[in-house]
């Protein structure tokens, strides 16, 4: 596919993104943390909703989560290994190390990414899988997919150093895992995800 119908997707998943944030039924919790989900329309697996409070401006806080060669990112987030820009309309290859207790081995994953300022200050960076004729698999990883996924900064009126950040996750992780290993890794993961952001957003104010 060329650059066009590669950048095709993006919108969709913005708009997803959009829809999930305003549909409040359907989801379940567990108490820890603030995550919640519930089945995927996408595919045979969950949609995950996560939402924090994080003490930092949504500028701060965009600054380390938004999905840029370079960026922030890899260093905070156990789950991206290494982050690159395919071509400009953003496609993106991520890959992951090995992760819970190296039951699940390396992974990558190749999207189209659409960031976005709404009028009150909000920010999304929405993604979904893609193929791409620069990213055909790589040897020794698992090929997987994230259907329409992505990030909220949304401002908190009157609080100029705090940000909701809503976040939506629904993948795919490729091979042969039991089940009950996907349900465990990503509540947990979406919990770590937001604890690292906070010790992130952390460090760049000090």
């Known amino acids: 596919p060329g650059l066009a119908s590669a950048a095709e997707p993006s919108p969709a998943a913005a708009e997803k993104m959009e829809l999930y944030r305003r549909d409040p039924s ?30 930092a401006s949504p500028h701060d806080v965009w600054e380390c989560i938004k999905p840029v060669a370079g960026g922030p990112r890899t260093k905070w987030d156990q789950n991206v290994k290494d982050f690159e820009v395919v071509e400009t309309v953003s496609i993106c290859r991520t890959t992951t190390p090995s992760a819970f207790m190296r039951i699940i081995s390396p992974r990558e994953f190749v999207d189209v990414v659409l960031m976005k300022q709404f009028e009150d200050g909000t920010m999304l960076s929405a993604a979904t899988n893609v193929e791409h004729p620069l990213c055909p698999p790589q040897p020794n990883f698992v090929r997987g ?14 609080e100029p150093d705090r940000t909701q950040l809503l976040s ?10 039991p089940q009950t290993v996907v349900d465990s890794f990503f ?5 770590g995800f937001y604890s690292n952001l906070t010790k992130a957003v952390k460090a760049l104010k000090a």
């Open 26 to 55: 359907g989801w379940r919790g567990c108490r820890e943390v603030s995550v919640s989900w519930r089945p995927s329309a996408e595919f045979a697996g969950n949609v995950y909703r996560g939402e924090g409070i994080l003490p």
């Open 145 to 158: 997919f994230n259907y329409p996924c992505g990030c909220f900064c949304i401002p908190l009126p009157g």
């Open 168 to 177: 939506f996750f629904q993948t795919d992780l490729g091979g042969y895992l």
């Open 187 to 191: 509540p947990a993961s979406i919990a």
